[in-house]
Every structure is written in structure tokens, then in C-alpha cells.
């Protein structure tokens, strides 16, 4: 079962960048590491996916180590609409197919 | 244009009535999730259709059933809600291909379910 660990919170200030990192020591080989933000009261929404090395586009970067077993997801120059929950997800081979499970989050408050 | 769309953005059940959620994507996305998401929780997996084969989560309540009748609908039936159900409920879709490649996952915005 490919299980995530992430800080429960993070705090930072509008301007600098956060850098939130996630452990999946279990990552299978066909796995992708994807993040999703969330704010209250909605849906998930998909940040940035990523297999290995480095992965950037227009909101954020992700930096997969070569061992894949920990991600990190870094958020340039945050402002306060960047206020939300993060979740890094792993896929799940346990059912036999892939499932979506995501794990406790961080919740990132971003301060003036 | 929204892509995952929920119905409806609030629901109100009385304790032990019979409730249905819908959930309907115009992606033609193979995969369909349902999540349970309680106040300051991470979202919880209830169960998932890949293309019609259903796929239950161990710890799912009986009381939850699903319903995929097509690719592009998905319904959540509650078949006697308690006060514990009530949460947000939270419908997704992806694309899984061969070997497990999955795209990212499309959620909508959400089905606030109330039990009084």
C-alpha cells in the first residue's frame, strides 16, 4: 500500500517561495506523483504531475530525487490566494487497479 | 466550462431517508471516484469504477452504494443516512490506460450533504 507522509502545516509569507516535501518510501515503479490543492469548500484541484527529476509549469516545480521515494513540491513567490491544503498522491496497486488515496495534506497559510 | 459536474451543491436529508448524489463528466474520462470529505479531513475513498467494473473500499459502509449506469454518469446513494454521514461528497475522473498510466484526476466542485 504506497502510503504519503507530509507536514501537517506549513507558514510562510506572501513573496517567498515554500517548498513542501512528501515521503513514499512504498512508490511502485509505474507510479506518477501527482499534487493537488485544495481550497474549503471545493474540489481538488491538480497542481502538477510528475515520474522523476524535475517538472515545471506555469503555477509550480516538482523534484523527484532519482530513488523516487520523496517529492517536493515547490510554489514560487506565494501570495495569500495560494492559502490552501496541499496533498501528494501516489498511485494504489492493492485493489489491482490504480486508486486515488490521499493522505492527511499540508495546510499551508500564507501571511502578509 | 465545467468539466465534472455535481448534483446538486447541497443537499438536506432527514436522518434515515434515502438520498442520491449524481455526478456526470463530459471527458469521457474510464474512471469515476467517489470521496467522503468530513470538516478539516483529507478526502476518503469510498469506491471507484474503473471503465464498469466497481471497485469497493474495504472500510465503505454498506449503506453506500453506487451506480454507474454510463461512462458519463456516476450516482452515490445513501440508503439510510445517519447523522456521522453528513460531509462533503466529492465526485472525480481520470483516464487510466494500460499498465496503469493514469492522467490527473478532474473533481468536482462538491455535494455538501446535511442529515437533521
Known amino acids: 500500500l504506497a502510503k504519503t507522509t507530509q507536514p501537517i502545516s506549513m507558514d510562510s509569507y506572501e513573496g517567498q517561495e515554500v517548498n513542501i516535501t512528501c515521503s513514499h518510501n512504498n512508490i511502485a515503479t509505474n507510479d506518477y506523483i501527482t499534487w493537488y490543492q485544495q481550497f474549503p469548500s471545493q474540489g481538488p484541484r491538480f497542481i502538477i504531475q510528475?515520474?522523476?527529476t524535475k517538472v515545471t509549469n506555469e503555477v509550480a516545480s516538482l523534484f523527484i530525487p532519482a530513488d523516487r521515494k520523496s517529492s517536493t513540491l515547490s510554489l514560487p513567490r506565494v501570495s495569500l490566494s495560494d492559502t490552501a491544503v496541499y496533498y501528494c498522491?501516489?498511485?494504489?496497486?492493492?485493489?489491482?487497479?490504480?486508486?486515488?488515496?490521499f493522505g492527511a495534506g499540508t495546510r499551508l497559510a500564507v501571511h502578509p | 466550462d465545467a468539466m465534472v459536474i455535481q448534483n446538486p451543491r447541497y443537499q438536506v436529508t432527514q436522518f434515515g431517508k434515502p438520498v442520491t448524489l449524481s455526478c456526470s463528466q463530459t471527458?469521457?474520462?474510464?474512471?469515476m471516484y467517489w470521496y467522503q470529505q468530513k470538516s478539516s479531513q483529507a478526502p476518503k475513498l469510498l469506491f471507484h469504477y474503473y471503465d464498469k467494473d466497481f471497485n469497493n473500499e474495504a472500510d465503505t459502509p454498506d449503506n453506500f452504494q453506487s451506480r454507474r449506469p454510463n461512462t458519463s454518469f456516476c450516482f452515490l446513494d445513501i440508503r439510510s443516512p445517519g447523522l456521522g454521514d453528513a460531509a462533503m461528497y466529492l465526485c472525480?475522473?481520470?483516464?487510466?490506460?494500460?499498465?496503469?498510466?493514469?492522467?490527473?484526476?478532474?473533481f468536482g466542485q462538491g455535494t455538501r450533504l446535511t442529515v437533521v
Open positions: 471527458l469521457n474520462h474510464n474512471v
Open positions: 498522491l501516489v498511485g494504489d496497486f492493492s485493489g489491482g487497479y490504480n486508486k486515488l488515496i
Open positions: 510528475g515520474y522523476k
Open positions: 472525480a475522473t481520470s483516464r487510466e490506460g494500460t499498465g496503469g498510466k493514469r492522467t490527473e484526476a478532474f
